[in-house]
């Protein structure tokens, strides 16, 4: 289950790379919290999520990263 989990979280990500930044420059990218939750990094993952919806409460992608990540841990 956690596989499939990643492997959709990884889905998304991937057009997202191709699209305009939609965060600010210091913001943690949906790249990398994508690395450190295949890497196992829940708290580190969570850590940088809440940044970047914190940043930016009206984010979709944000929101549904976010999701996907209480699914996993």
């Given at each position: 289950?956690?596989?499939?989990?990643?492997?959709?979280?990884?889905?998304?990500?991937?057009?997202?790379?191709?699209?305009?930044?939609?965060?600010?420059?210091?913001?943690?990218?949906?790249?990398?919290?994508?690395?450190?939750?295949?890497?196992?990094?829940?708290?580190?993952?969570?850590s940088?999520?809440?940044k970047?919806?914190?940043?930016?409460?009206?984010?979709?992608?944000?929101h549904?990263?976010?999701?996907?990540?209480?699914?996993?841990?």
């Open positions: 289950m956690k596989v499939k989990l990643l492997i959709q979280l990884a889905a998304l990500l991937i057009p997202i790379s191709f699209t305009a930044p939609a965060f600010s420059a210091e913001d943690a990218s949906m790249h990398q919290v994508c690395l450190a939750a295949e890497a196992g990094k829940s708290n580190e993952a969570q940088m999520i809440d970047l919806l914190h940043d930016n409460p009206t984010s979709a992608e944000a549904y990263v976010e999701a996907n990540l209480a699914l996993l841990y």
